[in-house]
């Protein structure tokens, strides 16, 4: 089933996302690989991170509505870590790692 998405939450979320497909797949990728373990590269980062990934190699008109919320789940996340001003070194390592979990890196334009 494919959700209408409006311009407001497309626009939004491609604020919010400003990493690429590649580098955050290559990110979560990186992230996931464990002194132990290694995930498999579809199954790498959080689930969330995964489901932005899936989401940018989508076209508006093919996205669901599971996808809608995962939208505006990131902008949410986004804004409340990030608000408006924020300096890009504001938060530690963790707090950018965060971020970069599902595709926002503070530190790129």
Request: aromatic share 4%; proline share 5%.
């Amino acid at each position: 089933m494919t959700a209408q998405v409006g311009d407001g939450l497309w626009d939004e979320f491609h604020k919010a996302v400003n990493m690429t497909s590649r580098e955050l797949r290559e990110w979560l990728n990186v992230e996931a690989a464990g002194e132990d373990s290694e995930e498999v590269p579809d199954r790498a980062g959080r689930p969330l991170g995964r489901q932005v990934l899936e989401i940018l190699g989508k076209r508006r008109t093919d996205l669901t509505e599971k996808d809608a919320e995962a939208m505006r789940r990131v902008v949410e996340v986004v804004g409340a870590q990030r608000p408006e001003g924020t300096d890009p070194t504001a938060g530690g390592a963790d707090w950018r790692r965060g971020l970069m979990d599902i595709g926002h890196d503070p530190l790129k334009e």
